[in-house]
């Protein structure tokens, strides 16, 4: 099991960078803002941080359209083994076509037994850039925002 968590964890890493690099080159190449946000259904997005259950890459519908139903672009596959959450002021992410996004946002990854030396997080700048949290503090629990007041560690539910 825990082999498999581990397996899941760098797989999902790998797929949100994927998942952005893509958004950013459909952005730009339909001149358009895309959403990227966790799903249940793999059509729509929900309303929650949670993206454990998988998350879809989708064009939002014009104003101008008569049904605003979003475009599935891709489907992004969630996890067995552990969760995934999206930590930001909202609980989806735009890319916009000049790949810049609204805020700085988190993805963080926990085993299903919440134990906070095996998570993972990648934070997104508004560029649009992934950098992988690295620093730990003494009990090897990932930190954000080190050295600021803001220093924290990752919190696994």
């Not at 958004?23 to 339909?30: E, I, T």
């Not at 998988?54 to 104003?63: D, H, R, T, V, Y």
């Not at 930001?88 to 919440?114: R, V, W």
């Amino acid at each position: 099991h825990h082999l498999l968590m581990r397996t899941e964890r760098r797989m999902m890493m790998e797929r949100i960078h994927a998942a952005i690099a893509l958004a950013k080159q459909q952005a730009f190449a339909r001149n358009t803002t895309l959403t990227l946000c966790g799903s249940y259904d793999r059509r729509t997005c929900h309303p929650y941080q949670d993206w454990s259950r998988g998350f879809i890459l989708i064009a939002n519908p014009s104003n101008q359209s008569p049904l605003p139903i979003p475009t599935v672009i891709r489907v992004f596959a969630g996890t067995r083994y552990g969760t995934l959450v999206f930590a930001q002021f909202s609980t989806h992410l735009q890319i916009k076509p000049d790949g810049h996004n609204e805020s700085n946002g988190t993805f963080i990854y926990c085993p299903l037994d919440a134990n906070r030396l095996e998570a993972e997080a990648l934070v997104i700048s508004k560029a649009s850039r992934l950098y992988a949290l690295s620093h730990r503090n003494i009990h090897g629990v990932l930190l954000k925002h080190v050295g600021t007041p803001q220093e924290t560690p990752i919190q696994c539910r």
